[in-house]
């Protein structure tokens, strides 16, 4: 499949146990970040968003803070199962401006069985 | 894929000759954009439309056009490939305000 960083923070797991997986945003000004995952040989796929006027947001399994003041960002996925296996990387919307959507370089995930 | 065909899904081709990479739709969604993706960065817009006819440049547009003639059709265009632009691209789709859905990409090397 598609090669999606040779150089990628990589974080291990064992299956079951729970996954935090970090992002440090630049700009200031961002008011919309989006979480994907990229399994190899695909495309990336939509996990999970949130605005900048919440803090914390739930979805299936994984949950994504924000704190805006030291301009981080987090996904955290509960129960981590090998299918989580795959780069997960943030993306930040500075004034919701389509050209200006930045894409962080991603972390690789790996679930231990 | 969200309905969202990229291809060639794999191609080879040699310094100086065209590349066209197509992306098609069938979601109706208004904006389509164009990525690239190398080690060590994330993905890099090259082109976006909003709309048939309109289209913009992103952060990585030299070496490459676009061309939007359709809703459902995303054009990329290498006019004289180089080995800079061996790399995975990507076409996303989305309304606007809203998720970018991707393709499952495009893997060309520029030999």
């Known amino acids: 499949g598609e090669s999606v960083g040779l150089h990628l923070p990589t974080l291990s797991v064992q299956e079951g146990d729970n996954s935090i997986i970090n992002c440090a945003y630049s700009?200031?000004?961002?008011?919309?970040f989006i979480w994907y995952k990229q399994e190899s040989g695909k495309g990336p796929q939509f996990i999970i968003d949130?605005?900048?006027?919440?803090d914390k947001r739930q979805g299936q399994r994984v949950t994504v803070l924000l704190n805006k003041t030291v301009k981080h960002l987090s996904l955290q996925i509960a129960a981590t199962q090998p299918g989580d296996s795959a780069v997960y990387f943030c993306?930040?919307?500075?004034?919701?401006?389509?050209?200006?959507?930045?894409f962080g370089p991603g972390t690789s995930l790996s679930v231990i069985p | 894929d969200a309905g969202i065909t990229q291809s060639p899904r794999h191609k080879v081709t040699e310094t100086g000759t065209p590349v066209t990479l197509r992306c098609h739709q069938t979601?109706?969604?208004?904006?389509m954009y164009w990525y690239r993706q190398d080690p060590g960065h994330g993905l890099r817009l090259i082109h976006y439309s909003y709309g048939v006819k309109d289209t913009d440049k992103g952060e990585v547009s030299d070496g490459y056009s676009v061309s939007r003639s359709k809703t459902e059709d995303f054009l990329l265009t290498l006019e004289s490939a180089t080995s800079s632009q061996t790399s995975v691209y990507f076409c996303?789709?989305?309304?606007?305000?809203?998720?970018?859905?991707f393709g499952a990409g495009t893997r060309l090397s520029v030999l």
């Open positions: 700009n200031s000004a961002s008011d919309y």
């Open positions: 996303a789709i989305s309304d606007p305000m809203d998720i970018q859905y």
């Open positions: 979601e109706n969604h208004r904006y």
């Open positions: 949130i605005r900048s006027n919440m």
């Open positions: 993306a930040e919307n500075p004034e919701t401006s389509y050209d200006k959507v930045i």
